[in-house]
Structure formats: structure tokens, C-alpha cells
């Protein structure tokens, strides 16, 4: 059976390749071939060696750097002609560049580490900026767009990379506009931070739980409970009506008199996340302090607040003017004392002549009431 033997050598023009059946012919020619692939896999070939003895024979090249001649031009005569000689002087920056030039050129690599290193800081330098890169540059800040729009409030740190921030911003602050809902930019899907709180039982409203359904209904769910099986069986076969049976007139005064408006969002208010645990400040009024406050501020009973000593010292609070503030401007609860003593209500600010300076604080003073004013 006749066997194949094939040796190829990758030279730089090429692939050169001998096949022979059986045997190779002769040694002199396995020879020449062993040394035609070392000259390729040194990249010795004819052609190669050929054009370095040329680049050898040819002259070197030479670097001319050109110095430019000083020139004096603080002479009378050239001051005129100063701004044209200065024309012709190359700028500093260009002459140490040269330099830094010429000097890379001297320096000795050791690996190619460094050329490739230098050789991509080059490339890097000579890139241009992406798109992206230059939309980042000439993005403006939050101060910037604050300064350039009317409503700087409505401004939000995502307003800066809208395609056109000036428009978005006029949009916003139109009237009559509604924004866009604040969980847009979360990562976490919409209302799953309430998976684990749990739902208060539902209430019915209070003019409807004033007509006595829900005791009604109570006591028929126990009456149904204490049934035997017949009897539920025979209920069910034999349903009696009329069980619920409430006054029409008291269904009427519910729904057409009590009746009140459930709590309901204003134009524009959007819902989010805990809304419905937050505070409604509307109901809050300044100076009623609800029990938990009384409790964590530790205040015993008929005691002062902490702060009312500070407001005898420096006056009310000029943003509540009419604030009717007891031990400042009206008369402290019936029971307490003044004094600095514990639960004592310090001293009432009064003038030299012992006349109440912030109004009536020990409540002697007739009240205006409506017939007065007629």
C-alpha cells in the first residue's frame, strides 16, 4: 500500500509544498527542504535577504532641525514691527514637542510590552471622541439648567440627559400639567416593597355603621353557627327573607343627611409607594400635641410643653400670629401653677408696669363675642 509523506514550509510569499509517493527521492533534497523551512520560519527568504542588503546600501536618513535666529526687537526703530517677528517665531509648545521627540526616539525597549503600550497610548490620542462621550461633555450640570429656566423647582437630577432639557423643563412647569409618576426610574416593580405589610381589615364608613348593620349582621352570623345540619339544610332549601330589616327612614338619613365625601386625590396628585402611612398635615393644627408626642417628650400631666420657657424668654412664634399659646398669651389649665418647680408654668412675660406684654395670659380680660361686635 503506497503511503503519503508531505512537508510544507509557510515562507512570507506563501506555502511551498513537496509531495512524494513511497519515499522521499534522495537525502540532498530532504536537506534542501530542512533548509528552506529554518529560512522561512526565520524570515530569510531569498526575496527577504535580497531587500535588507538594499535597505543596508541605501543612506540613512537625517533629522535637520532648523533654530530659528533670535531676534532683538526692543531696538525703537523694530517695536512697530514687532507683532511680524513673532509671526515667524515657532511657538514654544512646538519646539519642545521636537524635543520630546527626539528624545523618545533615543530610548532603549526592552520588551515589547512597552512598544505595544506606546503604540496604543498613541492610537488612543489620535482617536476621536465617541458620540457618547461628547453628549457627556456638553451636558449641562443641575446648577446650570436651574439658572436658565423660570421654575427652578421643578428641576430633578434626570433632567439633564433629555434630549432637549429646555423643553422638557417649560413643559413641567406649564399649567395645569401632571407628572409623570415617580416610579418610573425604580428598579424594584411597581408596589412589591408592600408584599410583606399587612392589610388592615376593611371599615365600613361611619354614617353607615351608625344605622346598626354590622351588629345585625353579627348576630345573625351567630345564630347561623349555632344551627344544627337540618336546619341549616332546610334554610337553604327555604330561605327566609326579610332577616336585615332596617328603618327606611334611618337608611334615608344615612345616605341623603350623614353621608360624607370619602377622601379623594386633587388634580394632579399622584399616588406612590406608602402614601397612605404618611402623616396628613391637614388635620394637624400647631400647638395640639397628639398622646404618642406627649408620651415620647415624657410630659406629665398638667405640665407645660418644654419649649414654652424659650417662648416667654423670646417672644411667639412670629410665623403664628394668632396662635392662642396657654401660659404665653392665654390663660394656663385650671389646676396648674406658675413656676420653675417640675411641672410649673414658669413666669408670664409682663412689662414694667406688670401688664401682660403678649395678651390676655391670665384671662381677665373680657372676650369679643359676636353681640359686641353688633
Do not use: C
Given at each position: 500500500?503506497?503511503?503519503?509523506?508531505?512537508?510544507?514550509?509557510n515562507g512570507v510569499n506563501g506555502t511551498n509544498g513537496v509531495k512524494a509517493n513511497g519515499r522521499v527521492k534522495s537525502k540532498n533534497q530532504l536537506r534542501r527542504l530542512k533548509a528552506k523551512q529554518k529560512k522561512a520560519e526565520q524570515g530569510k527568504t531569498p526575496e527577504a535577504e535580497e531587500y535588507q542588503v538594499k535597505e543596508e546600501e541605501a543612506e540613512p536618513q537625517q533629522n535637520v532641525e532648523y533654530v530659528p535666529e533670535k531676534?532683538?526687537?526692543?531696538?525703537?526703530?523694530?517695536?512697530?514691527?514687532?507683532?511680524?517677528?513673532?509671526?515667524?517665531?515657532?511657538?514654544?509648545?512646538?519646539?519642545?514637542?521636537?524635543?520630546?521627540?527626539?528624545?523618545?526616539?533615543?530610548?532603549?525597549?526592552?520588551?515589547?510590552?512597552?512598544?505595544?503600550?506606546?503604540?496604543?497610548?498613541?492610537?488612543?490620542?489620535?482617536?476621536?471622541?465617541?458620540?457618547?462621550?461628547?453628549?457627556?461633555?456638553?451636558?449641562?450640570?443641575?446648577?446650570?439648567?436651574?439658572?436658565?429656566?423660570?421654575?427652578?423647582?421643578?428641576?430633578?437630577?434626570?433632567?439633564?440627559?433629555?434630549?432637549?432639557?429646555?423643553?422638557?423643563?417649560?413643559?413641567?412647569?406649564?399649567?395645569?400639567?401632571?407628572?409623570?409618576?415617580?416610579?418610573?426610574?425604580?428598579?424594584?416593580?411597581?408596589?412589591?416593597?408592600?408584599?410583606?405589610?399587612?392589610?388592615?381589615?376593611?371599615?365600613?364608613?361611619?354614617?353607615?355603621?351608625?344605622?346598626?348593620?354590622?351588629?345585625?349582621?353579627?348576630?345573625?352570623?351567630?345564630?347561623?353557627?349555632?344551627?344544627?345540619?337540618?336546619?341549616?339544610?332546610?334554610?337553604?332549601?327555604?330561605?327566609?327573607?326579610?332577616?336585615?330589616?332596617?328603618?327606611?327612614?334611618?337608611?334615608?338619613?344615612?345616605?341623603?343627611?350623614?353621608?360624607?365625601?370619602?377622601?379623594?386625590?386633587?388634580?394632579?396628585?399622584?399616588?406612590?409607594?406608602?402614601?397612605?402611612?404618611?402623616?396628613?398635615?391637614?388635620?394637624?393644627?400647631?400647638?395640639?400635641?397628639?398622646?404618642?408626642?406627649?408620651?415620647?417628650?415624657?410630659?406629665?400631666?398638667?405640665?407645660?410643653?418644654?419649649?414654652?420657657?424659650?417662648?416667654?424668654?423670646?417672644?411667639?412664634?412670629?410665623?403664628?400670629?394668632?396662635?392662642?399659646?396657654?401660659?404665653?398669651?392665654?390663660?394656663?389649665?385650671?389646676?396648674?401653677?406658675?413656676?420653675?418647680?417640675?411641672?410649673?408654668?414658669?413666669?408670664?412675660?409682663?412689662?414694667?408696669?406688670?401688664?401682660?406684654?403678649?395678651?390676655?395670659?391670665?384671662?381677665?380680660?373680657?372676650?369679643?363675642?359676636?353681640?359686641?361686635?353688633?
Amino acid at each position: 500500500m503506497a503511503t503519503e509523506v508531505a512537508i510544507t514550509t509557510n515562507g512570507v510569499n506563501g506555502t511551498n509544498g513537496v509531495k512524494a509517493n513511497g519515499r522521499v527521492k534522495s537525502k540532498n533534497q530532504l536537506r534542501r527542504l530542512k533548509a528552506k523551512q529554518k529560512k522561512a520560519e526565520q524570515g530569510k527568504t531569498p526575496e527577504a535577504e535580497e531587500y535588507q542588503v538594499k535597505e543596508e546600501e541605501a543612506e540613512p536618513q537625517q533629522n535637520v532641525e532648523y533654530v530659528p535666529e533670535k531676534l532683538d526687537v526692543k531696538g525703537p526703530a523694530l517695536e512697530a514691527f514687532s507683532d511680524v517677528f513673532a509671526r515667524f517665531q515657532p511657538p514654544p509648545e512646538a519646539v519642545s514637542t521636537e524635543r520630546e521627540r527626539e528624545n523618545v526616539k533615543g530610548e532603549v525597549i526592552y520588551s515589547d510590552d512597552e512598544m505595544a503600550s506606546e503604540g496604543d497610548s498613541e492610537s488612543e490620542e489620535k482617536k476621536p471622541l465617541s458620540k457618547k462621550k461628547a453628549r457627556k461633555m456638553n451636558r449641562l450640570t443641575v446648577a446650570e439648567l436651574k439658572q436658565l429656566v423660570k421654575k427652578p423647582e421643578v428641576v430633578e437630577w434626570t433632567d439633564v440627559t433629555a434630549a432637549d432639557p429646555r423643553l422638557l423643563l417649560h413643559l413641567k412647569s406649564y399649567r395645569n400639567t401632571v407628572p409623570i409618576p415617580a416610579h418610573w426610574s425604580a428598579k424594584r416593580d411597581y408596589l412589591q416593597g408592600k408584599r410583606g405589610i399587612e392589610k388592615p381589615p376593611f371599615q365600613l364608613p361611619s354614617y353607615i355603621a351608625d344605622t346598626g348593620i354590622a351588629t345585625m349582621r353579627d348576630a345573625i352570623k351567630e345564630k347561623e353557627a349555632n344551627m344544627s345540619l337540618k336546619q341549616k339544610t332546610r334554610e337553604r332549601v327555604q330561605p327566609k327573607m326579610g332577616k336585615v330589616d332596617i328603618d327606611y327612614q334611618k337608611l334615608h338619613d344615612a345616605f341623603f343627611k350623614y353621608m360624607t365625601k370619602p377622601n379623594v386625590t386633587s388634580f394632579g396628585e399622584m399616588y406612590y409607594e406608602g402614601k397612605e402611612f404618611e402623616t396628613q398635615l391637614k388635620h394637624k393644627r400647631p400647638g395640639d400635641l397628639s398622646p404618642e408626642l406627649v408620651e415620647a417628650l415624657s410630659i406629665p400631666p398638667l405640665a407645660p410643653p418644654p419649649w414654652l420657657i424659650s417662648m416667654q424668654r423670646f417672644g411667639p412664634p412670629p410665623s403664628y400670629p394668632t396662635l392662642r399659646i396657654p401660659g404665653l398669651n392665654a390663660p394656663i389649665p385650671e389646676g396648674a401653677q406658675w413656676g420653675f418647680h417640675p411641672g410649673g408654668w414658669g413666669k408670664p412675660p409682663l412689662d414694667e408696669y406688670n401688664r401682660p406684654l403678649y395678651g390676655d395670659v391670665f384671662g381677665v380680660l373680657p372676650k369679643n363675642t359676636d353681640a359686641d361686635n353688633t
